[in-house]
Nanobody
């Protein structure tokens, strides 16, 4: 089972940017499709973006399309989420997850999760 550790969250003003990182322990990281989810207080966890093993294909939820970019560096066993033009409604805990298939959008299908990193966007 792959271990995932997110970092890069924090407090940012509306309109600002953050880059989240997710480091994986598994040396077969490049066998996994990776995804970013978020969960706001009182709301369900939902997918934001996903990227295929090779990085050749990506998926974005409508809510972040054009503002967020997912990428991966298989040599570093790391996946990134570049977040631009942040809005207060982006405030949530952000999680990365790994799956052997691409594209899996339902969080219940994922068994490998990081601990989450808090992103807070002030207005």
């Amino acid at each position: 089972q792959v271990q995932l550790v997110e970092s890069g969250g924090g407090l940012v003003q509306a309109g600002g940017s953050l880059r989240l990182s997710c480091a994986a322990s598994e040396h077969t990281f490049n066998n996994y499709a990776m995804a970013w989810f978020r969960q706001a207080p009182g709301k369900e966890r939902h997918i934001l973006a996903a990227i295929k093993w090779t990085g050749s294909s990506t998926y974005y939820a409508d809510s972040v399309k054009g503002r967020f970019t997912i990428s991966r560096d298989n040599a570093k066993n790391t996946v990134y989420l570049q977040m631009n033009s942040l809005k207060p409604e982006d405030t949530a805990v952000y999680y990365c997850a790994a799956h052997s298939a691409f594209i899996i959008t339902t969080p219940q299908a994922y068994k490998n999760w990081g601990q989450g990193t808090q992103v807070t966007v002030s207005s």
